[in-house]
């Protein structure tokens, strides 16, 4: 099971940008996909963004398109998270995961199986 670290939150203003990384382990199964999603206390864990870990497809949930971007750097086993145009609705706490979901549950929480523990990320306004 590959294992993931994330960092790189922080408080930033409206308007600015801010990349999040997720350091993981090597992986085996070549289905692995690795994806951020955010939760804000109260509401469920949403999937923000995912990359195939070979680097074959990137999926993006609407709120974020045009603004974020998923890559992944296999020479450190990192994949980022830059985020642009940052705005007070993207105040959460951001995990990376790792799994190997359908294509159906791409952006779900339930098709991944291992998680960080979270980085905050805070935009004011």
């Known amino acids: 099971q590959v294992q993931v670290m994330e960092s790189g939150g922080d408080s930033v203003q409206a308007g600015g940008s801010l990349r999040l990384a997720c350091a993981h382990s090597?992986?085996?199964?070549?289905?692995?996909?690795v994806a951020w999603f955010r939760q804000v206390p109260g509401k469920q864990r949403e999937g923000v963004a995912t990359i195939g870990i070979r680097g074959t497809s990137t999926y993006y949930a609407d709120f974020v398109k045009g603004r974020f971007t998923i890559s992944q750097d296999n020479a450190k086993n990192t994949v980022y998270l830059q985020m642009n145009s940052l705005q007070s609705d993207d105040t959460a706490m951001y995990y990376c995961?790792?799994?190997?979901?359908?294509?159906?549950?791409?952006?779900?929480?339930?098709?991944?199986?291992?998680w960080g523990h979270g980085t905050q990320v805070t935009v004011s306004s």
């Open positions: 995961a790792a799994g190997t979901p359908t294509r159906d549950y791409v952006l779900s929480s339930l098709g991944y199986s291992s």
């Open positions: 090597r992986y085996t199964e070549s289905r692995t996909r």
